[in-house]
């Protein structure tokens, strides 16, 4: 396990560079609309907890407008479409808004494949989390979790599949959670 850890994060030092290079120009392009969008600053910035319970800042597009809570999970947010910018709904559904995450991948703050990283906020989670041992992994884009909770399962659920994740940690179970999550994404996108 020690050994596919290492592999690991030089897998996620080596693509995230590539896809930062390879994606620069996309960016740029969705920042541009992003911002024409919502009037001002694209990008959202949180402050998130990660491996060990380490704080770091988290930045993606905005898909809120600014008047919308801005530490509250966006599925705990009533009436969420009195706050959504023209292109919300297309960034959430393809992903795109998780882009910046790269730089915390690049940076080893996260990884592709691993828990996704809760609001320090939270409390409720983060002590689930904490006591479960679901800590012991950098966050990643996607997880286990995601993949098991697409009928919004209660945050103990989330939090189970999060600290198994963290002690099966392995190629095959990465792999897997990758081929789900991209089966998800298409799936989102067929639904209106």
């Not at 950098?138 to 994740?165: C, F, M, V």
């Amino acid at each position: 396990m020690k050994f596919y850890k290492i592999v690991k994060r030089a897998n996620d030092l080596v693509a995230s560079f590539l896809l930062i290079i390879l994606l620069l120009p996309f960016m740029i392009f969705i920042i541009l609309i992003n911002a024409l969008s919502i009037k001002g600053n694209p990008f959202f910035v949180q402050i998130r907890v990660g491996r060990n319970e380490k704080s770091f800042k988290i930045c993606k597009l905005r898909t809120l407008k600014r008047s919308a809570p801005s530490n509250t999970p966006s599925e705990n947010i009533s009436n969420i479409k009195t706050y959504a910018t023209k292109y919300s709904f297309f960034l959430r559904k393809t992903g795109i808004d998780e882009i910046p995450q790269l730089f915390n991948i690049l940076i080893g703050q996260m990884s592709f494949i691993g828990p996704r990283p809760c609001l320090e906020n939270d409390k409720k989670l983060v002590e689930l989390r904490k006591s479960l041992g679901a800590f012991k992994e950098r966050p990643g884009l996607t997880g286990l979790a995601q993949i098991n909770s697409l009928n919004n399962e209660s945050i103990e659920s989330k939090a189970k599949y999060d600290a198994i994740y963290c002690k099966s940690i392995s190629l095959k179970l990465d792999c897997n959670i990758f081929c789900k999550t991209i089966k998800f994404v298409f799936k989102r996108l067929r639904k209106k």
